[in-house]
């Protein structure tokens, strides 16, 4: 049974609190993150991988805090960072031997896993390519091989579909899908609708804290009734994207403009409510000011 528990954790540079007194537990399954820039997930996430230390609270796997364990630790967690170092003229081969040897992964073994975690990454014909010459869908794909070597019971991915194009971001996912049946996984995105598909649980973050967590269907509960939507002249509209927080707008054929908006209270006559999203529980979790017109 495995459990990650975040017992009031909190990481300070000088005098920014990145990360506030965090209380959260995890178990198996699909964790997504979603924040706008700067609400602390790297931080957190570097924290949960034990590259930087919190200033204070703990960080418990199983009970027993993480900077103890050490490599105990390490060999339960697999790390897709934001910004994956590797040498430009190492084979993805090379690059994966490499990495199972830091990793302490015996070399028989190894050489089964890379064989097995290239089919896995699509990456089977690769094997003997210099990572120079890779595109950046195959450098993520290579990232989560590496972070895959030591078959994790925790994977902490950083972005990781960040930059890619449409077929390589679902492509993504799918193996995402697949990993978080027996483990745990948690990814941090900006990308709403990748959290969307694979997340079983989403957790939002603003300012160094949890605002919201839970299944979708527990966290767009959170905004019903705050989304409306109405069809305005163009002129009208434009007046209204100026004033509220607009999630969409759509022209439609005979020139008008059908508008999403978040807002505590009706925006305008005529707006009626409808389902939300979570594009629209992202927007009103992560707004500066209480919604309602913009001022
Ligand atoms: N080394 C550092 N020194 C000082 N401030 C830092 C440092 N690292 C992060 N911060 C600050 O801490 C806050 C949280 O940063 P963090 O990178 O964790 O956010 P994030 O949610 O991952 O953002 P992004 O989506 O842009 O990566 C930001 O205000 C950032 O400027």
Same mark, same amino acid.
């Given at each position: ?62 009970? =027993? ?200 209270? =009706? ?29």
């Amino acid at each position: 049974m495995l459990e990650l528990k975040l017992d009031r954790v909190s990481r300070h540079y000088k005098q920014k609190i990145a990360v506030d007194r965090l209380e959260f537990t995890f178990g198996k399954g699909i964790y997504g993150l979603l924040g706008a820039n700067g609400a602390g997930k790297t931080t957190l996430l570097r924290m949960m991988v034990g590259v930087l230390k919190p200033t204070s609270g703990e960080i418990l796997c199983d009970g =027993q805090e993480i900077g103890k364990m050490a490599g105990e630790y390490r060999r339960k967690l697999g790390y897709l960072p934001q910004d994956l170092g590797y040498y430009p003229n190492f084979t993805v081969w090379r690059y994966l031997e490499y990495l199972a040897e830091l990793k302490a992964v015996p070399p028989e073994l190894a050489v089964e896993r890379i064989e097995k975690l290239l089919q896995f990454t699509g990456l089977a014909k690769s094997g003997k390519e210099k990572i120079k010459t890779l595109s950046g869908g195959m450098i993520r794909r290579m990232g989560i091989a590496q972070s895959l070597l030591n078959d994790p019971e925790i994977l902490i991915l950083d972005e990781p579909t960040s930059g890619l194009d449409p077929r390589e971001r679902i492509r993504f996912r799918n193996m995402i899908s697949a990993l978080g049946r027996d483990r745990m996984v948690l990814l941090s995105s900006h990308i709403v609708s990748d959290i969307e598909y694979i997340a079983d649980e989403i957790l939002i973050m603003k300012g160094g804290k949890i605002t919201e967590s839970g299944n979708l269907q527990k966290i767009l509960k959170t905004v019903e009734g705050n989304v409306w939507e109405c069809v305005k002249e163009p002129e009208q509209a434009e007046l209204l994207n100026q004033q509220f927080t607009v999630s969409n707008l759509k022209n439609t054929e005979d020139g008008k403009v059908v508008l999403r908006i978040v807002s505590d209270t =009706q925006p305008v006559e005529g707006a009626v409510r409808i389902p939300p999203n979570l594009e629209d529980v992202y927007l009103y979790g992560t707004r500066e000011k209480s919604f309602g017109p913009r001022v």
